[in-house]
């Protein structure tokens, strides 16, 4: 149903590593493009979700960071660290400038893995369809902005179809809205767009940076479901007070922190009482600043917990 899309980087990595258990449960399969030569992170992720009898779909020839020139590390690793009955499956991501028999050769060096594909376009639909049909392939995941309805209804006859939206707006941290403003309704909306799941690039966004620069302003973003306008997604930026010096991160932390102890605490919030939200309220106390790595890895897992229990909620 819903497919969180994560670049492995190491808060990415250890979000799903903590967030393994809530993944399983809710039936969940995050898509991990790994950016990084070195595995042991995202081995550990990896078994973390296995050992919760969950699933995750790996991208076997990431198109951005370290592996884009190597991605045959990456199924080799798969398969000397995994068994295909572990839930670990290979996804492919398919462009236009691929051929049908480089998708196949790709296909056979997966072995007896389970196969899904990412449709950034490809100039013959209807041959890869009857050939996905083939191979069993399980999900079609269809990033918004690069394949068409017309493209999408010829991976209707076997497998599921995801859209995978980016609710996240880029931009330097000072320039977000002080508002909540809109980020998604596809956990409502996603039977109407045709699809049997959907999918998102977190807090994070789908823009790939290799690191930030010196952060002038300290922002938490953190997402909740608003139950006074039909259960829309939105998301908050708990900004910093001082914008105009990289000095001090861990003062500005603090700012932006009381900002959402503060909103937290109002009868108003609609924050769901998240792990992530309680760990928020401990470094609160605490005073303690933890990074800013570690921060993204809470506003991750705060947005996995938020859309579980707005399932487990609905399905009560």
Known sequence: MYHPYFRGKQYELIAIRESADVLA?????????PV???KAGLKKALDSIRDANGSAIVIANPQIGDLTESGDGIVSFVKSEFEPEDGIRFGLIVTDGQTLDQIKA????????????????FSSPKALSDYAVEESVLVHVFPEGYSGKLYQRNFKKKGSRILLRDGFEQRRNRDHPDTAEFFSDLHVTYEEEGMNGFGDYLIVGDEYRESGGPA????????????????TMFILHFKSDRQDTPKDPAGKFAEALAKLISHLDESSSQFYETTAIQEFRQLHETGHYPGLGYVKKLAMKHHIETV?????KANA
């Open 25 to 33: 449960k809710a039936n969940f399969a995050p898509i991990i493009e």
């Open 36 to 38: 990084r030569e070195q």
């Open 106 to 121: 790709s296909f056979q060096e997966f072995g007896d893995f389970p196969k899904d594909l990412i449709h950034f376009g």
């Open 216 to 231: 002038y302003t300290i922002a938490i973003h953190l997402t909740f479901i608003d139950s006074r306008h039909d259960d």
């Open 308 to 312: 579980a229990m707005y399932f487990e």
